[in-house]
């Protein structure tokens, strides 16, 4: 019979717990007595702490397509840069750059086009999982409005910009994948700064110690973004949280110094002298003993343990030039004055950057846009002055502006069109106004370069590296509607259940799962690929599976024969089918957009073309207005009501846009003017006009003159 050692018997005993305790303990909840000496054991740590989630894959391989340039915007007629850009890759044109597509897919392109290693700073604001779709209120221009119902206003309701609405697995991957990306274009010496919500930040903490090394961490910024108000908890959440890491743990950020608190003022600087100076007392002992520094000051020594702050040649210039205070002791106090402090350095809870609200000058009803403010703060501490500020989801373009008028470089990316949109107009104004302040300048015979920033902080000798800029796509997103929208309403068209929890598939027809193939192209097999990727990773899913598209390409048609080939008879797991929307018996009735139009004269005369917008009327707004305004038909007196930026191509080429003139009413009370004239070359040239109306759909009017 095997015996049991006694050191194993004395362990399965402590397992055993209360039932083998000492006489004294029997019955009672206390753990058996452990005998001084004797080891208590310890589960071994399993590595450094990592989050584990459903799912949770490491990002080895990302495909990097190529970018398609769609627009460029030369604002002040020039493209001139202050000097060359030797670190910039030479595939792209020296300005800034604004991508139209999924950030992972524009961050590989990126890191597999020459930005490997090279931002300085990087900002986002990613959705926070919170289970919102954010919209943005749509009206339509004008003083009171052109289209009226009894004397009314009618707002084009609401236009959802982006869904936030995840599994948190789901989310925890997709920020794991975009984290690692990031890291990698990050200059050695670089900062990323993360915004969150309280809900999700400390998952997010995990993660991108994970990715960057705890060691990296630098702060947790509490930005305090609103006042209290009620709350069912109780205690009025008020404050976001922005995470920083850096590239290297040994850099630190750039010294900011910021206003100090009334409160501070009030309670430290209380001394006026006889000229008005306001004025703190600073202690000028320090910790001794030290060489040289101790010594009597008018016969007082200083207090034991201690010696003086400055040597006495020094002591003495202090006190001759009147910035010494002797107290009632005779001790030597420094008089520090208020008008000559840097303010107080930067600390990490922020209560004085108000948010956005509605009367706000920079508002651009984009939802959950974050104020300039907040940006200057990071991209000031962040990013030197002629470095390069990247934010991957830049929905209205706060960073981009920020960096624009703080003499940086910058890349933004946003998914959403509405964003691309709102970015390139709240861009061209920004450098419009840079443009307009140094002409005055010059105009008033100022020495200054014709490129130097309006905006520079007098500290910084920074001006805008770019007065250009240009938005490239990656990937084909330039839906005529949005592609959430767009899905919504093919998902109420076949009558699809919506998961949310799944972040492949899009959602349920009775026993199918559902996927969506982005309407920007049509079914093919690299789509097809990642379907059969993610299959392998859910061995136990045996459910068939219909694939909604546009159009198929023919390869994908014979890709999933094949598949199907394999999986004959009844019970046969994932079996692909396909409705494609455009041709489909049942459901093919889906497509039924009717473009916007417009009717606009193009004439030259000499080396001028005059452009007159004479019409334009866009289905879908004339639809929305319908639908709310229920029985009575809507009236639009001026079709400019509709209109919300009119852009003009002076030579276009057939693919690129390239901005000569553009007409972007700053108010929304505003019209586009809709008559122009434009210098064009002497030899004939086409010249295209593009109209963008209030829902961001695009019309695009050519003429060879
Ligand atoms: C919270 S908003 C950013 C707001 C921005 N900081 C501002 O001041 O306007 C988040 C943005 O991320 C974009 N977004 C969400 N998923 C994305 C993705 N996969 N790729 C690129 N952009 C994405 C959304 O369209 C949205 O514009």
Known sequence: ????????????????????????????????????????????????????????????????????????????????????????????????????????????????????????????????????????????????????????????????????IWANDNYLQFMYERSGLLRELLHPAGFLFVHLNTDRSHYLKAVLDEVFGA??????????????????????????????????????????????????????????????????????????????????????????????????????????????????????????????????????????????????????????????????????????????????????????????????????????????????KRIQAVIREQCEAMEKRRAEGAQTSLLEAPYAKPQESSTPPQLSFSVWRVNDYDLQIQHDEAVNLACEHIGIERTRADAFFDGTLGRHLIKIIPFDHPLSPVDLEELRRELDSRPDEDREITLVCLGIEIAARSWIDDWNRLRKGKNAANRLHVIELRSDETYGSFIRHEPAQANVRITRKDGRVTIAIEDFVSPSIVTRLRQQAGVLQPKIDDWRA???????????????FNVALSDIPERKSDLVKGSYEIDVPPRPTTVAVKIIDMLGEEVLVTRKV
């Open 1 to 164: 019979m095997k015996r049991t050692p006694k050191s194993t018997a004395r362990k399965s005993a402590a397992r055993r717990g209360a039932s083998k305790a000492p006489r004294g303990n029997r019955g009672s909840a206390f753990p058996p007595a452990v005998k001084p000496g004797e080891a208590v054991k310890v589960a071994a740590a399993k590595g450094r702490p990592m989050l584990v989630w459903v799912g949770k894959r490491p990002l080895t391989r990302v495909t990097a397509f190529p970018a398609q340039l769609i627009e460029q915007f030369s604002v002040c007629g020039s493209a001139e840069t202050r000097k060359p850009w030797s670190d910039w890759p030479s595939a792209y044109p020296t300005g800034g750059l604004l991508f139209h597509g999924d950030n992972k897919e524009v961050l590989a392109h990126l890191l597999a086009n020459g930005f490997r290693g090279k931002v300085n700073l990087i900002y986002i604001d990613p959705p926070f999982d919170s289970g919102a779709d954010y919209v943005r209120k749509v009206s339509l221009r004008g003083a009171t409005g052109s289209a009226k119902l009894d004397g009314e206003r009618y707002t084009l309701g609401e236009q959802i910009q982006y869904t936030d």
């Open 215 to 424: 060691a990296s961490f630098t702060n947790e910024i509490i930005w305090k973004r609103r006042e209290a108000h009620g709350d069912t908890k109780g205690i009025a959440n008020v404050h976001d949280v922005i995470l920083g890491y850096a590239s290297d743990p040994g850099t630190t950020l750039l010294r900011h110094y910021v206003s100090y608190d009334q409160d501070y003022l009030d309670s430290h600087y209380t001394q006026t002298d006889e000229s008005g100076r306001r004025y703190t007392l600073a202690d000028l002992t320090a910790p001794g003993p030290r060489p040289g520094l101790n010594y009597a000051v008018r016969g007082v020594w200083p207090p034991p343990g201690r010696v003086w702050a400055v040597l006495p040649e020094k002591m003495e210039k202090m006190i001759q030039s009147g910035r010494v205070v002797f107290t009632a002791e005779g001790r030597p106090r420094k008089k520090l004055f208020l008008d000559e402090m840097p303010g107080m350095p930067v600390h990490d809870v922020w209560t004085d950057v108000f948010p956005i609200n509605s009367q706000a000058l920079e508002a651009t009803g984009y939802p959950t846009q974050k104020p300039e403010a907040l940006l200057e703060r990071l991209i000031t501490i962040g990013c030197p002055a002629d470095g390069l500020v990247l934010d991957c989801f830049v929905g209205s373009g706060t960073t981009a502006a920020v960096a624009q008028k703080l003499g940086r470089r910058w890349i933004g990316c946003d998914i959403n069109k509405g964003a691309i949109h709102t970015t390139a």
């Open 642 to 656: 509709m209109v919300d930026c009119v852009m003009v191509d002076a030579a276009w080429d057939g693919s690129v």
